[in-house]
């Protein structure tokens, strides 16, 4: 049947979707396996050891291929401890996109230091590469890329501009453990990566975040800044040695072992969970390629990137191919077939009143601008894309399993609404 046939469930039609989801979006997926690995530190009174996370650590290491890797609390704190590692400081500047979670941003004032923020690019929902280099200036130390919603950061020409002004780059892979680009595993490309493994990531270790790299000083650097009592480990750094035994942020980054324990198990069955995942979805969008009015939100399927666990799996709306009809009246639409999806992303930071007013410590000026000559504040209309992204992307189902029966009712509602836009203007 065509789905022009068929009437909208909102405008009285059958719903498309029909068969009981079951788990297909449940998530984590935490087994006795899991429970056991966290009772067992928990009745061993370890949680505040090192030894369960520096083992998670190898691990997380090894499956990247990468020399280190260091266990934070948070992934907020794995970004903060990247920074700094980077040489980011007062009067510095970072490049960051502004659809992202705050954290990738935000940890920047605490070091004094400020953000230009970059658009992304309406396809990929990524920091747009051609919208770096010309905010880089004397005072820029890092450009920040998120692998939003898991699609992977167009990294080649990122890691070129970055070359070639002297700045580093820090991959938040929060959205994207597992993914590639071209590849490359997610997280191996810049010159650090931190992450978040908060429960709801596509790696859950509950509350927690990882920091890798290969450079022994950015993560020498990462240890004196929020792991006192690991200085020991800090072998031949001259400028670190003199201060060891007290944390240079003021901060302790420690992760908490019922999270490591967790995220060793977590680990162990993320190839085969990350496989059902990608099994799923690309079965979704390969039903999808050719409907007005969304773009799949994957990399080019021969190109040897993907979107590892495709956390919180978003797609661009393009009402230009449905008359204009208004994201708000399509996700009406699209729920009254049973799907669960709503519109939009993470919210513009540059337009956030932290970003623009706040004077978090009491300098008598906005923090953005506090350690700066310049008001380089972005105001509305400055960054397009992101701007407008609100009306122009939205959610889609996050499948967690390969079940085909009830992945096809979700397309077929797609698709439903997609081909009957007309009856919804
Ligand atoms: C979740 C997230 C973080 C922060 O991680 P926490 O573990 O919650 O502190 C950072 N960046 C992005 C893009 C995120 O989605």
Known sequence: MSATEEQLALLGGPKAIQTDPGDIFDWPIITEEDEAAVLECLRAGKMSGTDITKQFE?????????????????????????????????????????????????????????????????????????????????????????????????????????????????????????????????????????????????????????????????????????????????????????????????????????????????????????EQIQKAMNYFWDQLEDVPGIKAHRPPKDSGSDNGGWYAARCPYRPEELEGLPISRFIEALRAEGVNTWAGTNFPLHLHPVFTDLDIYNEGKPTRISTIDEDIRQPKGSLPVSESIAERAMTIPWFKHYRPQIIDEHAWAYRKVCENADALL
């Open 58 to 274: 190898r691990e997380y290491a090894q499956w990247h291929g990468v020399r280190y890797a260091l266990g934070h609390n948070t992934g907020t704190a794995a970004l903060q401890a990247a920074m700094w590692a980077c040489g980011v400081g007062y009067g510095d500047e970072i490049i960051c996109p502004s659809i992202t979670y705050w954290a990738s941003a935000l940890p920047a004032f605490s070091l004094r230091a400020t953000v230009n923020f970059a658009d992304i690019h309406p396809d990929t929902l990524d920091i747009d590469p051609d919208d770096i280099e010309h905010r880089i200036n004397d005072r820029t130390k890092a450009i920040v890329v998120v692998h939003y919603c898991g699609y992977p950061c167009d990294m080649d020409p990122i890691m070129e501009i970055a070359e070639k002004h002297d700045v580093k780059v820090i991959e938040d892979a929060s959205h994207a453990q597992g993914g590639h680009y071209k590849g490359r595993l997610i997280g191996t490309i810049g010159h650090v990566a931190a992450l978040s493994g908060m429960t709801g990531k596509s790696l859950p270790f509950g509350e927690g975040g990882m920091l890798l790299t290969d450079d022994k000083e950015i993560y020498e650097r990462a240890i004196a800044w929020g792991h006192y009592a690991r200085h020991n480990e800090i072998e031949d750094n001259p400028d670190l040695a003199p201060f060891a035994r007290l944390p240079f942020g003021g901060v302790k980054h420690r992760m908490h072992q019922l999270s490591s324990a967790l995220g060793r198990v977590q680990l162990r069955h993320y190839a085969e969970r990350l």
